[in-house]
């Protein structure tokens, strides 16, 4: 069976800014489309801020099964019927992945009911992922963990509810920690949020990474039929003969 | 230390419905606030929907460590700014309980991300609360668990995010169970949800549930500083020297 | 990839009691093993309590990649080595499936660490198995729930660690409740632990129920190596340069 | 209500190597029990391994709420029985909290039902441990997190089953991480693992550790009545009318 996955990003950066360019030519949503179709069951479109609807009209999220959300400074600019509609899909069963910056995201402050603040410092200092559950399906292939060069440094506190699965913690260089891999379950939908990925450095061309992000769509792709939760009424059981 | 709690009520069909009002002539609120105050170190107050403001100024809410919301009917009354206003400071450490048909709260949905649908019936059916975390604060003096002659059933499944610890099982005499007692982690707050609370039953004058509702208001209250973590940039770290 | 499945028996109450013969003429690991083997990707065989070694040879240990467990009377009779063998497998990643009163089984109770208590009481009462986590994988497929006419009651407090995952949730007639589908994390191996399956009464030759069982069986297979996480020193790590 | 707490150590380091011994004249037991017993409802006595039956006698253990657990070299020699019965008193609803290397002790590794390995690396390297969950009860008044200046690297993956909570989190600058504060529940007790204490640095004279300490032993202290759960027979529990 195949799964629908749409890479959303917000494709500013990377137009506006001469260094990202260099890394991400086309943009990271291409970056990220080229590695996950190498996969013979992922069927992979893409969608970005400044297109018609930022690229999420109904057509293409009611034939989503998987969404990647990378966006950073311009959070704002995305329409909030775009945000809510995003929403209402994951709590029916859509999977989503939200990468890096995309903490700040009204998708991701809206599922997880939090502010999501953290620590941050970008030096480009070393970062080491660690595994912490090996068994879990989005840490397979990936050993005791994956180290990066240069990476923005996230911190603790994460203004997080607590995350259902913890699968990889971040360690910088400077002194700091984070819970940089993490599974929440938003009603019927699966949501992992992965640290790495700021702009700046070629975090989503390291192979480790593409496994990661590639096992999470996997993981987080749904079992069950996408429904819509939000009924104006609630569903009335009448008493069955017991 | 003394914990500040203020009780919230839609406060409307005490006084519209005849049956209502004569188990709760006051309102719920008030049945609430007199178990509540027996207890030394608890402070309370109230606040209805009718208010200015829901009775829920800056000034309340500035000075309220713990939040009981019981809302039904006209949970699209309730104001978004003052609903946003709840959220930001449950998020920042501020405990909250909410009630029964409050699952349906605009509060409820924001802090939980979802739609929190469930199956209801209102036959007035036998339900028995049971304790499955015997050890966990709010059980304490629970036993194995509390018996309601008459309740409203509500159902599984339960639209919400897998709480964060599961204190409360229901079961209903017409065949459906229900995760019935949740404490869910916003943050630096703590929410719990307790199910039994249908406006036609004295649920409120049972002294078990009164137990529950005192416990819980304990359990919820803030360990730490509340404060605001909707902060407009993030916390930038400088690099200290390590 | 093929998963290896092995599921062990006590088979005693098949070739003791008449009624219980009639139903699983061959024993319940046959019926079990009849409905996983019509998977194209699981292989299976079965072990019994009085074959040599219960069947569990470390041949057969060492080449099983899911075990499933259904333990009744005779848990005392269980060798301790070859428990300790199960365990250490699991531990290293083996997935396990621990079936109805195998809760108190030397198996469960050591992996759990707990005495797995609970309540029960046999008079043949409807049951009714809720699904609370829809988009659950072994969920898939069985919709809203599963209602067994007869079976044995188990109810809470169910002396357990807290689940991990609660999948599924048992509604009985007599007025209990229990959480009957639970997902535990072992170190590197997953455990589920499944309720329904007293052997007078035909569980396992429900569709829905053999359905859960697959799933599970899927669910739990490894995804990591499995290896001896038993290390008679701890890891010494060196610095590395970083 | 007072708190009857036990600190139970191997207390042969401290006679058998000078610089343990310089730090800790009298043993750890000794100084922990110092600063727990300021706190006006805390009541401490300690136990160590060479005293008969390891000072845990029933009478000792069955006046226990709180059990606090130092080991390291000498695991092997605590007494199987006296392992149980500790196990048993956890399970019935003592609280335990388990210090630095006692994570590879037989009351440890019984109670998560795992092996607990984890990477390790003595070079008295500089540690920092964050607070992750602010709001939990056994980080009142640490802040964001306490910083040793030498501490034992302890690293993942630690081969546990996944915290219920997990409260702080270590960095060591020499490249890992670990999960170093984390609550397990198991049956009706409360479990605290705590990582820093490492024999040959002054760890337990830190304020800030004494102050995780002290709060760890009244959140884990019972809420309900310490019970038998090693029940020889289940609880058959007849049909009420219902």
Redesign the interface.
């Known amino acids: 069976m195949s799964i629908n996955v749409t890479v959303w990003n917000e494709f500013r950066h990377e137009i506006e800014m001469e260094n990202v360019k260099a890394i991400y030519p086309n943009g990271m949503h291409m970056t990220i489309k080229s590695f996950l179709e190498k996969e013979e069951d992922l069927i992979v479109r893409t969608a970005t801020l400044d297109e018609k609807d930022h690229g999420l009209t109904d057509d293409v999220l009611n034939n989503t099964d998987v969404l990647l959300w990378w966006g950073h400074a311009n959070h704002g600019d995305v329409r909030d019927d775009i945000v809510e509609k995003v ?2 899909r994951v ?1 029916g ?1 859509m999977g989503i992945i939200v990468l890096h910056s995309g903490h ?1 995201s009204k998708v991701f402050k ?6 999501c ?5 970008d ?1 480009g ?2 970062c ?1 992922v ?8 989005i ?2 292939g990936i050993g ?1 963990g994956i180290e990066l060069e240069h990476e923005e ?1 996230y ?8 995350p ?3 699968v990889f ?9 984070f ?1 940089s891999g993490c599974v ?7 949501m992992f949020y992965f640290q790495p990925g700021h702009e700046a450095y070629p975090i989503y061309h390291n192979e480790m990474i593409q496994k990661v992000i590639t096992n999470a769509t996997k993981y987080v792709a ?3 039929e996408i429904i819509d ?3 104006g009424d ?7 003969e ?1």
Chains 1, 2, 3, 4 share one sequence.
């Open positions: 929403c209402q709590r069963g700040f809206r599922l997880t009911g939090s502010n603040g953290l620590k941050w410092r030096i200092e070393k080491r660690w595994t912490v559950k090996p068994n879990h399906p840490a397979k005791d440094m911190g603790e506190p994460f203004g997080i509810p607590d259902d699965e913890l913690l971040s360690w910088f260089k400077g002194g700091e920690v819970r929440f379950n938003i009603e019927r939908g699966k749904p079992t069950c939760t939000n009924v609630w569903i009335k059981k009448p008493l069955e017991i």
